[in-house]
């Protein structure tokens, strides 16, 4: 399958600042890429759909103001917590999408807000 | 909303038997269902997907296998084996939903030596 890479893989922060997250398509071009929290034992939850070279569509509840998504080109996509609280702390996972209906997943960052 | 509905939550299996896991969904409409695999602070990696199109799909040891009538769908896994120890998340794409696809609750499931 194609591959979808995330830097960093793990991230601690102070309250208050704000951490950037990168995700990459390597071998296929995304021109769709999702990015979606998840919380221990629970499923994944849907944060945004960015398509590449147009402004984030944000799901219901989401603060587009805090949760930053830019996604440049057909490889990037990037999620940057702005002023992250300790609630911030979670683990964030992108996917990539390109043709038909699959979609392929990063290896996710953990997030931690102390 | 649309959801997909998963069952059962934790499954615990002895090497070497099978497992099947179901999911049922609300949108008549929805053309396709993938399965996600998830192991221990990893991304979800896809191991089987079908379409409405089609009744059912085997891959080795795994299947999947849809009832478009009875909105559900299940992965049967054979011959199960350690690794095969993860949870495991149905999800489905609604019409309209731009691609977007919505994920079951999730099933633990381990095989015990």
């Known amino acids: 399958g194609a591959v979808v890479s995330q830097h960093p893989s793990w991230v601690i922060c102070k309250s208050g600042t704000s951490v950037k997250i990168e995700c990459r398509s390597l071998?296929?071009?995304?021109?769709?890429m999702f990015w979606y929290r998840q919380f221990p034992k629970q499923s994944l939850m849907l944060m945004a759909t960015?398509?590449?070279?147009?402004?984030?569509?944000?799901e219901q509840g989401v603060e587009k103001d805090k949760f930053l998504i830019n996604h440049a080109s057909l490889t990037l996509s990037t999620l940057t917590v702005t002023s992250a609280h300790p609630e911030d702390s979670s683990f964030y996972i992108c996917?990539?999408?390109?043709?038909?209906?699959?979609?392929?997943f990063g290896p996710g960052t953990r997030l931690t807000v102390t | 909303g649309e959801n997909v509905e998963q069952h059962p939550s934790t499954l615990s299996v002895q090497e070497g038997d099978s497992a099947v896991i179901k999911c049922t969904y609300s949108?008549?409409?929805?053309?396709?269902f993938p399965w996600y695999k998830q192991e221990l602070g990893k991304g979800p990696q896809l191991i089987i997907d079908?379409?409405?199109?089609?009744g059912e799909k085997k891959d080795q040891r795994i299947a999947v296998t849809l009832n478009k009538t009875a909105k559900h769908f299940s992965l049967h896994i054979t011959e199960t084996q350690p690794e095969d120890s993860a949870v495991y998340f149905c999800?489905?794409?609604?019409?309209?939903?731009?691609?977007?696809?919505?994920f079951g609750t999730g099933t633990q499931l381990k095989v015990e030596l």
């Open positions: 996917s990539g999408h390109s043709a038909d209906y699959e979609q392929y």
């Open positions: 071998d296929f071009q995304a021109t769709t």
């Open positions: 960015s398509n590449e070279g147009s402004k984030a569509t944000y």
């Open positions: 949108d008549s409409a929805s053309n396709y």
């Open positions: 079908i379409r409405s199109n089609v």
């Open positions: 999800a489905a794409i609604f019409t309209g939903g731009g691609n977007k696809l919505t």
